[in-house]
């Protein structure tokens, strides 16, 4: 049975992401979630998530949990911009900040964790540097 996706927004359209003045909430763009306050033109904090809400809570959960530099995972660092599992498939974007000289090796654990949580899915990770 295929169930119809969805995109869930971590905080609402109205709310601010915490520690962030101004924010006019996250908008969709072709590119990923942008800040719809212009706030210093940087992107929306919250990624963009599409799937069964509680497969998609349970795999950022993990990655949250389990892809970790500096004592914080890179959910909490905002490092995740979008995650996408539907129809066998899950697509995550993760950006790294330049100065982050681990990225690959986060990518790959990232990879590892989807790998390990949906082992019956094609996996994707794509990955930049800001």
Known sequence: MISAMSVTWLHSESAAPAGVDGCGGCLPSAAGPVCGGGVAGECCLSPELAGEQREVGRVM???????RTGGQGIVERHWVKSLRIDDGEAELTVTFPARCG????????AFGTLRRLLPETDIYVRHTHA
């Open 61 to 67: 959960s993990a990655l949250d949990r389990e892809v």
């Open 102 to 109: 681990g990225g690959k090796e986060l990518a790959e654990a």
